[in-house]
């Protein structure tokens, strides 16, 4: 699958500042108490600013006033993103940057009224929570043309990925540039996952990095300065700490690499199954045997996803394929057809259906008007509680059909908690908002429910099945894992160490060779600026929220089993018309981030601790067989230099 971006534009806190393409860590704080657990951020910590006014009731009517303009700010400023992201104009452009700036101008306004108030001392703990959303503006804090800079750094950064084209592979030169219009989303993609030929993959992924990241490295560092000095102005070190912040936990770094270390032995397996069977396909004079595997033949522009791979990889490839596309294709389903096909499954939990203006005004598919616009799948929420979106160039196949699951938990999500006040409209932390279509997603994806709903003819229910069944998961899943969660490791190094940043593309690739052992395939220098190659870095987005999305899952996947009443393994569940599941979820979905995602995490699992072993325990049979093909000392990889495959 693949690790995507949900674009949510809201106000930080109830009037902070418009924060496009991240769920603003303001949303995301909590009063600190013995009995909650991870540790919470002190009231007393001296980030959070507070007044002398200790008017209780005016307080409440500033709030209550305040929210009514709140809401009004963020339609506005989220019809201007989403007017830019379909439509990438130069007007629409400029019109997004002047709703930026008249937003920022409300937030900075409404912050010195809020920090007016002695919040800190006032008697009701929600009214507490909520100023102190307040106490961090976050970028509203730079001065006006700062500000207006980072906006367009950002802007410009996004643009370029956005139209981002490649040349078709050819042994010669391309003399004839007007055929270099590959697109991402359609041609590169294709290429990427399909080829075999190692030098073509080599050029394609070469040109992406050429026409995106290479482009924005200038840019890049005058927006870490910036984002640096708005942290520090809001009483962070810098800005990965302000980014951290919004989980709420003074241990979150420790907490992550104890997770990792939970997991990190089952993704040496499949790094070690993987590149054994990838030398048998290109050779040892490409790939060496204890070496990295190259960045560019994992069937991915950033290896994230392997699922490419499958037809390599699957255990037992004489048994029935667990991949819908042939028959989406042969039932001529539409796309309109596989969002509606989702839908059901929600409403068959008890869920809500999708609002009429869901249908009238979501972008399904690529327009046919030729239009330059961003393809990534994105769900919007336009803080009206009806007006819910997703943008989407829809592919019609099985990884889409998955992808769409996954932004219509985000949809749901809006829409479940959209009677909370607006300060509340959020997920318990992001990841909790990211995992949401992701958990139904692991019942969607069993060959049981795909043939209940009828989109798999035949399915092989024994032990050769259901590995077949595992390792497609563990090709998405696993593969994933390392990527989630160096991303923002590298950017929190980046925002905290200015000695890094004549070396971002060494650290890149340490980090990369590090945690993924995967190595570039051409000489890479301080010219390039790889991690700009990632949507995700270009448009501003934290990223550490995909990989704690990726262990709840499964912990909210085995919870939501047994609430089902599933006694069987927990690869093999499906919640699919389960009510007892749909209203534990329900439950939690509906209190937005009025609850820290400790005790909210706790509602559905029971435990206030994230952990990895409901993952491993899902994929247990898989660890097995795994360590019958590979030897011990076939795991792990070596290498003297990040920068280039050895």
């Known amino acids: 699958m693949f690790p995507r971006l949900t674009i949510i534009c809201l106000i930080s806190g109830l009037i902070g500042i418009i924060q496009c393409n991240t769920i603003p860590h303001q949303l995301d704080i909590i009063i600190k108490s013995p009995s909650t657990s991870p540790q919470l951020i002190d009231d007393s910590d001296s980030k959070y600013k507070s007044g002398n006014n200790t008017d209780e009731a005016a307080a409440r009517a500033f709030l209550k006033a305040q929210e009514i303009e ?140 050429d026409v995106t990241g290479k482009k924005m490295r200038n840019n890049y560092l005058k927006y870490i300065e910036l984002l640096n000095e708005a942290a520090k102005l809001n009483g962070f070190s810098d800005n990965g700490q302000l980014w951290r912040d919004g989980y709420e936990s003074d241990s979150f770094e420790d907490d992550l690499e104890i997770i990792w270390n939970q997991f990190e032995p089952l993704y040496k397996l499949l790094h070690a199954f993987t590149r054994k069977k990838l030398i048998a396909i290109y050779g040892e004079d490409k790939i060496k045997p204890n070496g990295p595997i190259p960045a560019h033949i994992l069937g991915n522009m950033w290896a994230q996803s392997w699922s490419s791979l499958g037809d390599l990889l699957t255990p037992f490839p004489n048994k029935p394929s667990v991949d819908i596309t042939d028959n989406i294709l042969a039932k001529n389903l539409s796309v309109v057809d596989m969002f509606r096909i989702s839908e059901r499954f929600f409403t068959s939990l008890g869920l809500k259906p999708m609002t009429d203006k869901f249908w009238k005004y979501s972008i399904l598919e690529r327009p046919s008007d030729g239009r330059e616009m961003t393809c990534h799948a994105s769900a919007w929420d336009f803080c009206d509680g009806d007006d819910v979106r997703i943008k989407m160039c829809t592919q019609r196949n099985m990884k889409e059909f998955i992808v769409i699951h996954h932004e219509m938990g985000h949809i749901q999500y809006y829409i479940q908690y959209k009677n909370q006040p607006y300060v509340f409209r959020g997920g318990a932390n992001p990841g909790f908002h990211e995992a949401v279509g992701d958990t139904l997603a692991l019942s969607v994806s069993t060959p049981t429910h795909l043939k209940t709903i009828g989109l798999l003819d035949e399915i092989s229910a024994d032990s050769e099945g259901d590995l077949n069944h595992l390792m497609s998961m563990a090709l998405d899943k696993i593969a994933f894992l390392p990527v989630g969660y160096l991303m923002d490791r590298y950017r929190w190094k980046v925002f905290a160490d200015n000695s890094t940043h004549s070396s971002l593309n060494r650290l890149w690739w340490e980090h ?135």
Request: glycine share 4%; proline share 4%.
């Open 70 to 209: 709140a809401v009004k700010i963020c339609r506005k400023s989220v019809q201007a993103e989403w007017n830019f992201a379909s439509n990438l104009t130069e007007y629409n452009k400029q019109v997004l940057l002047e709703t930026s700036r008249q937003s920022a101008n409300f937030a900075k306004e409404t912050w010195y009224n809020a920090t007016s108030f002695a919040w800190k001392n006032f008697s009701d703990p929600l009214i507490r929570r909520w100023f102190k959303g307040l106490s961090v503006l976050g970028t509203g804090v730079l001065d006006g043309y700062k500000l207006n800079q980072l906006n367009e750094i950002i802007a410009d950064m996004e643009d370029a990925y956005s139209n981002g084209k490649v040349c078709p592979y050819s042994a010669e030169p391309v003399t004839n540039k007007s055929l270099c219009n590959l697109n991402f989303d359609e041609d590169i993609t294709e290429i990427m996952s399909k080829s075999r030929n190692y030098e073509e993959l080599k050029s394609i992924w070469t040109q992406w990095r």
């Open 512 to 646: 990369r060779l590090r945690y993924q052992g995967i190595c570039p395939p051409v000489r890479r220098t301080e010219q390039d600026f790889d991690a700009g190659s990632k949507y995700h870095i270009a448009a501003n987005v934290p990223y550490i929220r995909y990989f704690v999305s990726y262990i709840i899952q499964f912990q909210f996947h085995k919870a939501l089993c047994q609430a089902a009443g599933n006694t069987g393994p927990l690869y093999q569940c499906d919640i699919y018309q389960s009510r007892e599941a749909g209203q534990l979820l329900s439950n939690v979905l509906s209190l937005g981030s009025s609850k820290h995602w400790s005790e909210a995490l706790e509602i559905i699992t029971g435990s206030k601790k994230m952990s990895a072993l409901p993952l491993m325990e899902y994929f247990a049979p898989l660890i097995d067989w795994l360590k019958t093909q590979v030897n011990e000392d076939e795991i792990g990889w070596v290498s003297s230099d990040p920068m280039i495959c050895p």
